[in-house]
């Protein structure tokens, strides 16, 4: 069944310090949990990230760690949140609305089915993939070309990779000047459309799920700056 388009959906980031990291590892575990059966919130993800170069263990960075909140209301009170940004030297917020989405997310549509509509301003993006056991190193071999692109796109703000596991469940998330600086990347670069003809013939996931979003808003900093400033 096809879940209600959420109408405020949070991405947190959080930096902390190397004396901070292994706090950081032992309370991701728990806070899984807590951050599912926050009140208002209907899907939730603690994530760890790294750069996105190869989708493999080495990317990680255990400095930064990340949280996606779908809410019921648009209105979001995130006591996980707020322990995170305790312990943080650097945060960042964005509020989104989704403009997209398609495929799903351990078995849900976490940002339901929206209408698809063009909007000015930015927008970020959503990847998500399980990748199957077998196909991973054809996968990794095609990711390198396509990350390199990517951070030299025209119109990109910030990037990075998103993960549930340091194998295996990844993805990426990044922010757009606009919605055709992100189509431009998606459907003109080479060797991004050549790893979307692949994915069908190569097999690569067992699940995944591509959105785009409308920003309302952010607080906030990435590696010293605003990326929407």
């Known amino acids: ?28 575990a728990v806070d899984r949990g807590r951050a599912r059966r926050t009140d208002g919130v209907r899907f939730a993800k603690m994530l760890g990230t790294g750069d996105g170069r190869t989708f493999t263990v080495r990317d990680a960075d255990p400095t930064r760690w990340a949280m996606l909140t779908t809410w019921a209301t648009d209105r979001a009170n995130s006591p996980v949140a707020r322990s995170w940004s305790r312990i943080a030297e650097e945060t960042f917020r964005v509020d989104l609305r989704p403009l997209v989405s398609r495929g799903s997310w351990s078995g849900r549509q976490p940002f339901g089915d929206p209408q ?9 993006a959503v990847t998500r993939a399980r990748l199957a056991v077998r196909r991973a190193p054809s996968f990794w071999s095609a990711v390198p070309p396509v990350s390199a692109v990517l951070q030299r796109s025209p119109g990109l703000l910030t990037a990075v990779g998103i993960g ?26 080479a060797a991004h459309t050549d790893v979307i003809a692949r994915t069908q013939t ?28």
């Open 116 to 124: 698809p509509r063009r909007t000015t301003g930015p927008v970020a």
């Open 1 to 28: 069944m096809t879940e209600a388009v959420p109408p405020l959906v949070t991405l947190h980031l959080w930096r902390v310090p190397r004396r901070a990291v292994p706090k950081a590892v032992a309370r991701l």
């Open 164 to 189: 549930e596991a340091p194998v295996g469940l990844q993805g990426t998330f990044s922010l757009w000047s606009s919605g055709d600086a992100l189509r431009d990347f998606a459907h003109r670069e």
């Open 202 to 229: 190569e097999g690569w996931y067992a699940e995944e799920l591509f959105a785009r979003f409308e920003v309302l808003g952010s607080e906030g900093t990435v590696d010293g700056r605003d990326p929407l400033a």
